[in-house]
C-alpha cells in the first residue's frame, strides 16, 4: 500500500511566526508560499516539508475553516500511496475512521486522511509530481 512518505508538514496556529523560524532562525529556504497559508520548505533529504496554518488546514481536511479545533497541532504525516480508494477501503476495514474521505484537492493532489493512533493527522496520497523519487537516500553509520 505505501511507497514513500510523501511530505511531511507542521500545523501551527501563527503561521507567519512559523515561516520566520524556518527561514530566519534555521535559515532554510522558502520555496514556494502558495494560495492561504502554506509554505513549501526545502529541508535537505526531507521530499516535501510545509509549514500549514491550522484554519486553512480545517478547511482541507473538514471542509471548513470553523473546524480548526479538532485540528490538532503539531506534525502531520503523509505517505504516497498506489491507490487512495484502495488505502482508504483498506484502512476502513481495519476499523480506522477517515476525517477526509478520498477527494482530489484543488492543487492536484488526490488524498484521505485520519486521526493517527497518538492524535497526530495522518494521510495518505496520490501525488502526481510525486511519484518517483530522484535518487534513494540511505544513512549509513560511520567506520567505527
Known sequence: MLRHVAGIAEIVADWPAAVSFYRDTL??????????AYAVVSVPGVLHFGVWNRADAAESVFGSREAIDRVPL???LEFEVDDVD???????????QLVTPP?????GQKSCRMVAVGGGLLGFAETPWGRRISQQLVAEKPDA
Open 103 to 107: 477527494k482530489t484537492e484543488p492543487w
Open 86 to 96: 484502495a488505502a482508504a477501503a483498506q484502512l476502513a476495514a481495519n476499523g480506522c
Open 27 to 36: 535559515g532554510l529556504e522558502i520555496k514556494e508560499q502558495m494560495e492561504g
Open 74 to 76: 503539531g506534525f502531520t
